[in-house]
């Protein structure tokens, strides 16, 4: 499965951004969605998780409120819509994606098998 996350730009603290997460599969329907990021000189974190068999939604603490993941009526496409940004949100952003997580998993980014490659947020104060 490859995955691509785009949408990603340069943003005035308070803005919005919407991401995607594309796949060559034919769909992610079975597949719980994750979306980590990783800002320069730090480690990548967990930012939020769609899971599949029960349309379960988890966001880290830090964006809890702001983003929102969501899947699209397209069945190989998954969103975070990234409301009111601040200059913390700045860094690449990954799309993740497995088929067997459970939800203690969710929120490690190394029980993920498939990645993406990045888009770059950057959200300026």
């Known amino acids: 499965v490859q995955l691509q996350a785009s949408g990603g730009g340069l943003v005035q603290a308070g803005g919005s951004l919407r991401l995607s997460c594309t796949t060559s599969a034919r769909t992610l329907s079975r597949y719980t969605v994750g979306w980590f990021r990783q800002a320069p000189g730090k480690e990548r974190e967990f930012v939020a998780a769609s899971k599949w068999n029960n349309g379960g939604t988890y966001y880290a603490d830090s964006v809890k409120g702001r983003f929102t993941i969501s899947r699209g009526n397209a069945k190989n496409m998954v969103y975070l819509q990234m409301n009111n940004l601040k200059p913390e949100d700045t860094g690449v952003y990954f799309c993740?994606?497995?088929?067997?997580?459970?939800?203690?998993?969710?929120?490690?980014?190394?029980?993920?098998?498939?990645w993406g490659q990045g888009t770059q947020v950057t959200v300026s104060s």
């Open positions: 993740a994606a497995d088929a067997r997580l459970i939800s203690s998993s969710i929120r490690f980014g190394s029980e993920y098998d498939f």
